[in-house]
């Protein structure tokens, strides 16, 4: 499946930004997706996942500030990112699996830049 980040941006710190990820097949036929992000020197990270069997789970550091959704007839997923920080600046990639536990191999989009100003 191929994927298409769409949403990044520049935003002061405290504002809202929304990402969107749109898959080339039909999003309700993938068990598990996410949103990771990445600055340059680091490893890529965890941010938020979404499965269909066990729902959302989120990174400590942007537990209560990002939501994560998907919507099967928008055929979207989505990252609703609110009270954004300077920290929150990286490349953010949306990527398609079978599973929680392999997500890390699977498909992967070009990724958005997200970069919050201070």
């Known amino acids: 499946v191929q994927l298409v980040e769409s949403g990044g941006g520049l935003v002061q710190a405290g504002g809202s930004l929304r990402l969107s990820c749109a898959p080339s097949g039909s999003i309700s036929s993938i068990p598990v997706m996410g949103w990771y992000r990445q600055t340059p020197g680091k490893e890529r990270e965890m941010v938020a996942i979404?499965?269909?069997?066990?729902?959302?789970y989120y990174a400590d550091y942007v537990k209560g500030r990002f939501t994560i959704s998907r919507d099967n007839a928008k055929n979207s997923l989505y990252l609703q990112m609110n009270t954004l920080k300077s920290e929150d600046t990286a490349m953010y990639y949306c990527?398609?699996?079978?599973?929680?536990?392999?997500?890390?191999?699977?498909?992967w989009g070009q990724g958005t830049q997200v970069t919050v100003s201070s």
């Open positions: 979404i499965s269909s069997g066990y729902g959302a």
């Open positions: 990527v398609a699996g079978t599973s929680i536990k392999e997500l890390h191999r699977g498909s």
